[in-house]
């Protein structure tokens, strides 16, 4: 038994489009990678949760034992993430909120013959609330697989004011303002009176839905 959070089943960053994040990440793109290929077989994942007192209790599993290595290793790699503070789909206000309070998590994982088992408390209610949420998005990229991983999900009410932080990682010119990544000149969007480029179409969604979170002001020449 061992420390862990399960942030599964996440943002394959633009079909692999990220690399090494903007922060210096050399980790990222292997886990990003694992990830992709546990969404691209969702359909062999099987995942329950439960609440208990001060948080969750999950098991994810798999008949297929390249999946179970899958999980396995993703597990341990994404408990890494959190004892060092390293994020991953940052751009999701309820992941980012997750990494901000990572301190406040007490979570441990077991490794079983098919899986894992993961229980998560907090002794602070409002971050009991913020991991019940996350159980429930990760349940959901489990159900949808490929097509939910560029979907935001909300951080609980009780946190939302200690979240609110800019998101932006480019500056919409020639890194995505989302990733951090150099934009396809083919895709932009006019948002707030200028002309942004992105990485991909996925990215231009999410600065529209909040634009304050991910573009600085134009400055003026």
Aim: charged share 20%; proline share 5%.
């Amino acid at each position: 038994m061992g420390p862990s959070f399960l942030v599964s089943f996440a943002l394959i960053a633009c079909i692999l489009g990220q690399g090494m994040s903007g922060d210096g990440d050399a980790s990222h793109a292997k886990d990003m990678v694992k990830i992709h290929a546990l969404l691209a077989d969702s359909t062999k994942v099987k995942r329950t949760t439960a609440q208990i007192p001060g948080g969750i209790v999950s098991k994810t599993t798999s008949n297929d034992p390249r999946i179970v290595k899958l999980i396995q290793e993703h597990t341990a790699s994404m408990a890494t993430r959190l004892k060092n503070g390293k994020p991953i789909r940052e751009w999701d206000p309820l992941f980012a909120s997750i990494f901000e309070n990572h301190s406040k998590i007490h979570f441990e994982f077991t490794v079983i013959k098919n899986g894992v088992t993961v229980r998560e408390t907090s002794t602070d209610s409002k971050v009991v609330e913020l991991i019940r949420a996350h159980a429930s998005a990760v349940s959901g990229f489990v159900r949808e697989g490929l097509g939910g991983m560029h979907e935001e999900h909300a951080v609980p009410k009780v946190l939302r004011a200690r979240s609110l932080r800019f998101l932006g990682r480019g500056d919409g010119i020639k890194t995505c303002p989302v990733t951090g990544e150099p934009v396809n000149k083919s895709l932009s969007a006019v948002i707030g009176n200028r002309t942004v480029y992105f990485c991909c179409p996925a990215c231009i969604d999410i600065v529209k839905r909040d634009p304050a979170s991910y573009l600085a002001p134009a400055t003026k020449n």
